[in-house]
């Protein structure tokens, strides 16, 4: 832990330092704009707001930052040791997110969609979880503000993955495997395929569904606007870090999955380059098995698989595009966060994939050398760091990010340390299929 | 994270500032003392060296501390809303380490063992692990020096908890399940037991046997007095932390299994009480199924289970006791560090046991207020706090250490939430057998 400093006040809303603001959601039947009373029912007020804000800076409540201090500011790493390996002359920095309670930088957005709920009188929060993720950050936040938290969870990894079940209930909140009786959706759907493993897309619906009641919301842990406003207390806290030792990074670079954590890197760096304070290039990296960037099209599709969602401009491998079982299941998304879309779409950063073996290898290295396991997603953006930093013939400072560690991921190196790991190309007929199903 | 200071450049040795030494270690058939030419075969001369040491402080090597910046100073957390839901007046401070590399305190005596050893000339290390912290503490603290290092887990944990073997394998150890046909005893073993699920003492007896050749050497994670030394960073940075808070302990509560994180939370208090400068009341928390302590004889023992060690002046259970299977793995040994035992002896500090059921509803407890998951080890040093918390009527200052994250034992955490654990109470004529074997 080279250096800490104060926690941030103020979220950085991108959107007013843009040429052209995003392109709206739109609603599925009418392609008209989604207005706050759209949203009404499933999300709070001050989260409506900060969705289509127009302010630059958005102070983060004391109630929050109390919260925060529990593990931030987090830990802005030297990789010295990892610069040694590679023989660079590059300076290597890794903000590090796997301190936080769960060990990954969710906890930033979840504390306060908790409390903004909390504060509105709402009781209950509901929201789906893939590999659990998210499902632990919200039920530590619920936890923190007294609220009640039901989560669906995709059958399969409810099966396969007991112990992050059981950290969320261990924070108070219930779970359910998805698709499960309790809702009319999962009802439906296990009538139609008794033993179904479920989806992402199954459990957001039945989420949504749950969250009906007048006391009960939902809650998003990526793609929307006000999730990624919420990260960018990582990229404040890294630009604070980095200039209290005099550092002005060449390369920022991080993971994309649903986006959040790389807006929330990124976000700070790109006003100050938009403002002519530092020139960074900015480095997106995805998964190859899952390459919304790099070999997806920009166009309007649902958020889910179900298409209940509003229609939203981004970067998609269609709706019921279903991503090869990599490692890193943050980021198998099919889509991408419209703003971040947006941005890519102006240029503003480049975008890049690999395969998982070679992410893996990175983050052995990164174990070896620096000490911190990885999660797999973050070795995605390691990956990229290690080929530039390798190709460095003279000073540079690469900044990313280390979105949370792999304690719970040993059973994915195993895989990769005893040679069974495959890596999974994407055939360009089965993107195509998967392309042809946009609404 | 509330208060970091900078890296302390000492440990502290309390030998010195007893009334009389601690009784020294025998060889088992003389009875005689063991002298420094015993230990050359397994350590280096430097931890020979701090294992009799009459000096107070001993530096820390440049070397050691650059890789205790990866993640010391470990945060000092002023558990408030612990406080809250206790509606207690006393102040509770936790120091935490689970932000190590692999989640524990292990590290802190791993990285300099490793170091020492290398800087001695040997390329190898062995040791034994039982549920695998100790173990992955060595392997990552090999890695960062440069040595090979050797692991014989107890088949039952190799074959429950494959990631911790994973971890190992991570930094790049090489782990046996022991019993192992790799070693003279443990083929003997093999051939006694084909399929044994092995114990602590058999994996030592394989792990000192493999040290045997001249570049090779053997390292322990607890008991021995240089292990204790090294723990003593901890309470060194909470002492700086509390002073820079301008607090001053009432009380100090560590748990106990071979004693080195109690020793390395308490020693710096205990040194300013016995020099007059404040007088915190010091409690060691032990496990009911493994009561050295409260329930032990302070006699020469074996370290082991199978009597190749020196014999050791310690609180003990007698050297063949096997404990029942609680779930705080790192607490299940028969004896105590012969060091703090000298100590218990001389009033310097007090000893609970509790069951294990009662230091899980404290570990959730934590978990859903601070956010935290506790290893099960530290819920019993939990547990004691929220006692003494509980009972306080006017403010105190109450100092404990949460020694591991608990994200690798939700299984443990399952069985409690879902009512399956059980107490194991040990029973007296149980305990009477165990004790009638000592030498």
Redesign the interface.
């Known amino acids: ?2 250096t ?1 400093t104060s926690t941030p006040t103020h979220w950085y809303n991108i959107v007013p330092d843009l040429p052209a603001p995003p392109p709206p959601p739109l609603r599925p039947g009418t392609r008209e704009p989604v207005g706050p009373d759209d949203l009404a029912p499933l999300f709070p007020a001050e989260l409506i707001a900060q969705e289509v804000s127009a302010e630059s800076f958005l102070p983060i409540p004391e109630e929050v930052r109390e ?1 925060y ?5 987090t830990p802005l ?1 030297r990789a010295r ?1 990892l610069e040694r390996a590679l023989d660079t002359p590059a300076r290597i920095y890794v903000k590090y997110e796997g ?5 990954s930088h969710k ?1 930033n957005t979840a504390v306060p969609q908790a409390f903004y709920n909390a504060r509105q009188g709402i009781r209950r929060l509901t929201t789906e979880t893939g590999a659990g993720q998210w499902g632990s950050a919200l039920a ?1 936040a619920c ?2 503000f007294g609220l009640d938290c039901e989560i669906w969870m995709v059958r399969a990894s409810y099966d396969q993955k ?3 079940r ?2 969320m ?4 909140a219930r779970v359910h495997a998805s698709p499960s009786p309790r809702t009319t959706f999962g009802a439906k759907a296990l009538a139609e395929t008794p033993g179904s493993p479920g989806s992402l897309g199954m459990a957001i619906s039945e989420a949504v569904e749950a969250a009906a009641p007048e006391d009960t919301h939902y809650a998003l842990g990526s793609v929307l606007n006000h999730v990624l406003l919420h990260q960018t207390i990582i990229g404040e806290e890294a630009l604070e870090q980095l200039t209290a030792l005099g550092e002005t990074p060449d390369l920022v670079v991080g993971c994309t999955g649903g986006g959040s954590n790389f807006a929330g890197l990124t976000f700070p760096f790109l006003r100050e380059r938009l403002q002519d304070r530092m020139r960074p290039r900015i480095l997106a990296v995805e998964p190859a098995a899952c390459p919304s960037f790099t070999r997806g099209r920009y166009a309007y599709d649902f958020g889910d698989t179900a298409g209940l969602t509003p229609l939203l401009k981004m970067h998609t491998l269609g709706h019921d595009f279903v991503p090869d079982p990599i490692h890193a299941g943050g980021l198998r998304y099919h889509g991408m966060a419209p703003l971040l879309s947006h941005l890519y779409e102006q240029g503003l950063f480049q975008a890049i994939a690999k395969p998982q073996r070679e992410c893996f290898e990175a983050g ?1 290295l990164f ?7 990885p999660a797999p997603e973050p070795t995605h953006a390691l990956a990229a760091t290690i080929e530039e930093a390798r190709r460095a013939t003279e000073p540079k400072v690469i900044l990313t990010a280390l979105c949370g ?1 792999g ?2 991921d ?2 994915a ?2 895989r990769y ?1 005893s040679g069974e790991m495959t890596d999974h190309a994407l055939p360009e007929d089965r993107l195509a299929a998967a392309l042809s199903h946009l609404p």
């Open positions: 832990m080279e800490t919260v201090r529990l593990w931030r500011p790493i040791r301190v936080s309670p769960v060990g906890p530590f936890s923190q007991p112990y992050r059981s950290m209930e261990l924070y108070g052995v174990a070896r050398t620096e000490g911190i396991v560690h304690h719970l040993m059973a190196y195993d340390l």
